[in-house]
């Protein structure tokens, strides 16, 4: 995506960030401004402009914005939009719970209400400034490893690799910030769209897999690390 309009594209989903003086904000600080009711509109919107963000009311009735924040982490590569893009939400809970909720269901930030618009302009920067570096130009490197999310093609030292879609999404989502830990629920999450996981060996099987493809790729690199209880990165520490 990269005309000026869609790389500024802004969706706002559900009535409060679509009231107020939000969205003629965002457009003075020429931000195209989508709007969306519920998911059902998300959706729609997702497939017809493809924003590189959203503002989503997480206090919508019947978990609306948590539905919301799961369509889009939940988009598959039969969908056109960006399932890692920014996300921030906004609740006037100051429930704890609540606003874990809203982080392991893939929302990056939430900023509790009232807020002031210098602070969702400086947040909303921040967040689309960071998937601009981690997708520059749609591509994502890490040492010899190259992802083309365009393409869903990964090549090694320039040699195009053969994964499977969970492998793909699994590296992907390692591939983002390569030396932090993801935990196995982020995983099944993300990647599987599993919201109660339970007990399964889904994400060790297919990282297991993944990692001696890249090992062979690489010619004996270390990529895919197990870090015990916790989860699992791409790069060990000695990368």
Do not use: Q
Not at 11 to 40: C, I, M, N, T
């Amino acid at each position: 995506m990269t005309s000026e309009t869609t790389a500024r594209s802004v969706l706002l989903v559900g009535p409060r960030p679509a009231s107020g003086s939000l969205p003629a904000d965002l457009e003075a600080d020429r931000f195209k401004v989508l709007l969306a009711a519920d998911p059902d509109e998300v959706r729609g919107a997702l497939r017809s402009s493809c924003p590189s963000a959203v503002i989503i009311d997480l206090d919508m009735p019947s978990s609306g914005g948590l539905e919301a924040v799961g369509l889009i982490r939940d988009g598959g590569p039969e969908e056109p939009w960006d399932s890692a893009m920014p996300v921030l939400g906004v609740s006037g809970s100051r429930e704890p719970h609540r606003v874990v909720r809203a982080l392991e269901r893939g929302a990056d930030e939430v900023v509790g209400t009232p807020f002031a618009y210098v602070e969702i302009l400086a947040r909303l920067r921040a967040l689309m400034r960071r998937a601009e570096g981690e997708w520059s130009a749609g591509m994502l490197r890490v040492g010899m490893l190259a992802i083309d999310r365009r393409s869903r093609r990964v090549t090694m030292a320039g040699e195009p690799m053969s994964l499977s879609a969970k492998e793909m999404g699994l590296l992907t989502a390692l591939a983002r910030d390569p030396r932090r830990v993801v935990s196995k629920h982020e995983l099944l999450r993300d990647v599987w769209g599993y919201v109660s996981p339970g007990r399964t060996r889904t994400v060790d099987s297919h990282a297991s897999r993944l990692r001696r493809k890249l090992h062979e790729a690489s010619g004996g690199e270390r990529y895919i690390v197990n870090v015990w209880g916790l989860g699992y990165r791409l790069l060990g520490d000695d990368a």
